[in-house]
């Protein structure tokens, strides 16, 4: 295969048209808003969170804070013993605008998961901020992803499709890559960038906790052929509810919030016939989530046969 042969000529749907949420109206408690990110996690689960009025952009400037430190360039592949692995020295001396934008990040969640409980009037012990209190030890993330380029490593491109672990996923992209595929219609669609947006997802355990009323989708990353040439950065936060925090699975299978998290991710790991065998990857039996650019000049689904 060429890596000519990588770009799909036909994206089978240009754009996704995610509702855009301001998250400064979240803020003042705009009862609107809270509606409308009720809708956009109830249908799709995923939407642009538009964060450029926030005290005159501070959101954008700390994740602009963290492209510069340049941490994208300290790949975990290149640690050669973990055990003695103290952190490359980069972070050490950028701790100070990382946990920073750590912090608000959490805070941004903490505040979506606010608003969503409000919208659908849970009552205080049942909010989904609960399964996230804030001195709780839990498994929350905050990744800091280089996609490889397809002309230089083919077999290497992009992430399998899955649905995430955790709660709530925030990412913050300047490059095309993104696919979800719409359930309804069983297509995938592209989720541009939209600069000073964060595209934001809800993850199974989140479905979970909330008994199957928001929507975790399937989503992946692929090469976009407008983007040969560029690396793909992303700043992904991760909310995961805490270690202990208990949910029931659509199966009835009661998990504990580190359980499910190592689960997916010890599936990530396996191989394809592992990960065809349960739903834990995807949601669905029997279906892998590769892309094959060969069988898959339209971008569709792929089965295990
Ligand atoms: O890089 C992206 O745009 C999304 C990343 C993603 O889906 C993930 O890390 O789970
Ligand atoms: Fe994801």
Not at 171 to 180: C, N, S, W
Not at 248 to 276: C, I, M, P, Y
Request: net charge negative; charged share 25%; proline share 4%.
């Amino acid at each position: 295969m060429t890596a000519q042969d990588l770009y799909s000529e036909r994206a089978v749907k240009e754009d996704a048209a995610l509702r855009v949420i301001s998250l400064q109206k979240l803020i003042d408690g705009d009862a609107k808003t809270s509606d409308e990110l009720l809708r956009a996690c109830t249908d799709l689960g995923f939407f642009y969170l538009d964060c450029r009025e926030v005290a005159s952009g501070r959101i954008i400037e700390e994740v602009q804070s963290i492209r510069r430190v340049m941490l994208f360039e300290h790949p975990i592949s290149k640690i050669k013993d973990p055990a003695t692995f103290a952190g490359p020295e980069v972070i050490a001396k950028q701790l100070g605008p990382l946990k920073q934008a750590i912090s608000s990040h959490r805070e941004i969640c903490i505040l979506l998961l606010t608003r969503l409980s409000a919208a659908l009037g849970l009552g205080e012990k049942s909010a989904y901020q609960q399964y996230h209190r804030a001195n709780a030890v839990c498994p929350t993330a905050m990744g800091l992803l280089k996609y490889t380029l397809a002309e230089v490593e083919p077999d290497k491109v992009g992430q399998i499709a899955h649905t995430d672990a955790g709660s709530l996923s925030v990412v913050f992209t300047e490059v095309a890559g993104l696919q979800v595929l719409k359930p309804n219609e069983e297509e995938w669609y592209w989720i541009p960038p939209k600069p000073g947006h964060a595209v934001v997802n809800v993850g199974d355990s989140l479905r979970f906790i909330s008994g199957g009323v928001l929507a975790s989708s399937l989503h992946r990353i692929i090469p976009h052929k407008d983007e040969k040439c560029r690396h793909k950065y992303s700043i992904v936060y991760l909310l995961r509810p805490e270690m202990d925090a208990e949910f029931v699975d659509e199966d009835g299978v009661v998990w504990k919030g580190l359980e499910w998290t190592n689960k997916k991710h010890a599936v990530f790991r396996a191989s394809a016939e592992e990960q065809a065998k349960g739903t834990y990857l995807t949601g669905r039996d029997g279906y892998v989530g590769y892309w094959d650019p060969e069988k898959d000049q339209e971008s569709r689904t792929i089965l295990v046969e």
